[in-house]
């Protein structure tokens, strides 16, 4: 059974592990986030790993010899006590690949969530509804307004997903 399989690689080798897990057929799954820096009074866009050297592997743990072999891979995360490979909860991945969709990992965009987008809630009691943004505040949370409720609700962007028109 394939699952999230959370993999750390070697300093400086996050790119080289990413393309080498990839060519090797495996589906890999490594959030970045762009930011903003001054170099010598120049603004300038830098892209980094958002979990600094790990990323995500979906395959079946038997494989886990295979994937360590690749370039740049340093280990699985396992648990320090039974020694086991630890996994990652489909639905956190999920929650973090519908906050990256919103943009909510470029920090050099002002606009990740702009008033009167349309968003479906994906995760809370109010799953499926469709809301629209009625403001979006730095922290990566938005008041949203749902149709035809005389109430607002405030929640994180890694909760949401966009509205395919």
């Keep these: 059974m ?8 070697k300093p400086q080798a996050i790119g ?6 990839q ?3 495996w589906e890999v799954f490594c959030p970045f986030e762009v930011v903003r820096y001054l170099d010598r009074g120049m603004k300038c866009r830098k892209i980094l790993p958002l979990f600094g050297q790990y990323l995500f592997v979906w395959a079946e743990p038997e494989r886990i ?4 072999e690749v ?6 995360l396992r648990d320090q006590l039974s020694g086991k490979p630890r996994f990652a909860d489909e639905d956190k991945i999920a929650a973090i690949k519908r906050a990256r969709d919103l943009g909510a990992f470029d920090r050099t965009r002002d606009d990740w969530a702009q008033a009167g987008e349309d968003v479906r809630i ?5 799953r499926g509804f469709v809301a629209k943004i009625k403001s979006a505040k730095r922290h990566k949370r938005v008041e949203l307004v749902v149709e035809d409720a005389p109430f607002r609700i405030t929640t994180s962007i890694d909760k949401l997903e966009k ?3």
């Design 2 to 9: 394939q699952r999230w399989l959370t993999i750390y690689t």
């Design 16 to 21: 080289r592990a990413y393309i080498g897990i």
């Design 23 to 25: 060519a090797s057929g």
């Design 65 to 68: 010899t295979q994937i360590t």
């Design 71 to 76: 370039d740049g891979v340093e280990g699985v």
């Design 122 to 126: 994906a995760d809370s009691a109010m």
């Design 163 to 165: 509205v395919r028109a």
